[in-house]
């Protein structure tokens, strides 16, 4: 029987290893750009920067040390030079891609740090795992920069799951639906009709502004918005503004808003204060061809008709009075109950003119 030599000696005293073979190894050696591991093997394990991490600002130097203990998988038994190309990072993802898989059938929610934003979206590990969130899954409501998300931790469902096709997507939306949908529950239970409440303005329109009451918008009608007149709602209110409103209607998921609050109402002392034979001054605020209405105080409205402007035949309102112009008149009508009131001007000029007979 013949002498085994040395080199067949020192081969059988080392294991025999396959690429895709998961190994156990100790670190000998880190530079800047690989890790060099004793895996029992006669030649040593190389794992390169891309192949420990997709992170690549990690510190290799910081990250390992000398006498560490790691569990690779072998990529390549003979690198062409003699070494053993080992992975760690797919290594990780393939368990990572367990965790996911158990997550995506129980449906369970993920928490993880986001490490790299891209163009559609943002991309977040699991255990070494990759999972892309798309842009139109990251938020409830349109974001166009997301660069506030880069290392933020976030929760999130997994949607879709196919590593085969490198498809691991994440959904953070539906979470915040949910989340949003639970809180208007919550705060639609407290809300009644008459409810005074405080709530900031997220929008302004020509029509009106939104306001959210604290998770549910609810709409401020620009009717609403005073007992006057608002010809600009834009011109009141700013997005950021704090402001008291009153709850007007509940309608579903649907709530309407008023500033009209009832103890402002300036109806309710117009009899005392317009009663019928009073002289009262207001400003032209609107005209039309058969009359002016006049505004005595905001939200109250008084009509002087063309009839009642001069003693002189008047064609149009227009002719003689200008929107803006303060105007005195005499209260000759008091409807309270349909918020109507009646003016003449002409019932002063005959009061001046029967005054002048009489000093006369």
């Known amino acids: ?29 880190v530079k800047p750009e690989e890790i060099i591991l004793n895996i029992g093997y006669k030649a040593d394990g190389i794992i390169t920067k891309s192949e420990y991490s997709n992170d690549q600002s990690v510190d290799l130097t910081e990250a390992v040390k000398v006498g560490d203990a790691m569990t690779v998988k072998v990529l390549k038994v003979n690198d062409g030079e003699g070494q053993v190309l080992l992975t760690y990072k797919r290594l990780a993802a393939e368990k ?8 995506f059938e129980n449906k369970e929610v993920l928490k993880a740090t986001v490490t790299q934003i891209l163009g559609g979206g943002l991309c977040a590990e699991v255990e070494g795992a990759r999972v892309f969130i798309p842009a139109s899954l990251v938020s409830d409501s349109y974001e166009k920069d997301l660069s506030k998300y880069d290392g933020q931790e976030i929760e999130f469902v997994i949607s879709e799951f196919n590593p085969r096709r490198n498809r691991v997507i994440g959904d953070r939306r539906q979470l915040l639906v949910a989340e949003r949908a639970e809180k208007q529950k919550e705060l639609f239970a407290k809300l009644n009709v008459g409810d005074v409440v405080e709530g900031t ?15 549910v918008d609810g709409l401020l009608h620009i009717s609403e918005m005073s007992w006057g007149r608002v010809e600009n709602p834009k011109k009141v209110f700013h997005v950021g503004d704090t402001v008291k409103v009153l709850i007007k209607d509940i309608n579903d998921t649907k709530i309407a808003l008023s500033l009209k609050f009832p103890e402002t109402n300036p109806w309710a002392d117009a009899s005392e204060k317009f009663a019928v034979g009073s002289v009262v001054t207001g400003k032209v605020a609107r005209m039309t061809d058969f009359g002016a209405f006049v505004e005595l105080t905001p939200g109250v409205d008084a009509l002087l008709h063309v009839s009642q402007i001069s003693r002189a035949h008047v064609e149009k309102p227009s002719d003689v009075l200008a929107v803006g112009q303060e105007i005195t008149a005499k209260v000759v009508d008091l409807n309270e109950a349909d918020k109507k009131i009646s003016l003449s001007m002409k019932a002063l000029e005959s009061a001046d003119d029967s005054q002048e007979e009489t000093e006369e």
Do not use: C, P, W, Y
């Open 1 to 29: 029987m013949s002498e085994l030599s040395f080199e067949q000696m020192l081969d059988e005293s080392f294991k025999t290893i396959h690429n895709g073979e998961v190994v156990e190894g100790t670190v000998i050696d």
């Open 201 to 215: 303005v997220k929008n302004v329109t020509d029509f009106g502004a939104f306001i959210d009451l604290g998770g």
């Open 96 to 103: 990572g891609n367990e965790r996911l898989k158990e997550a």
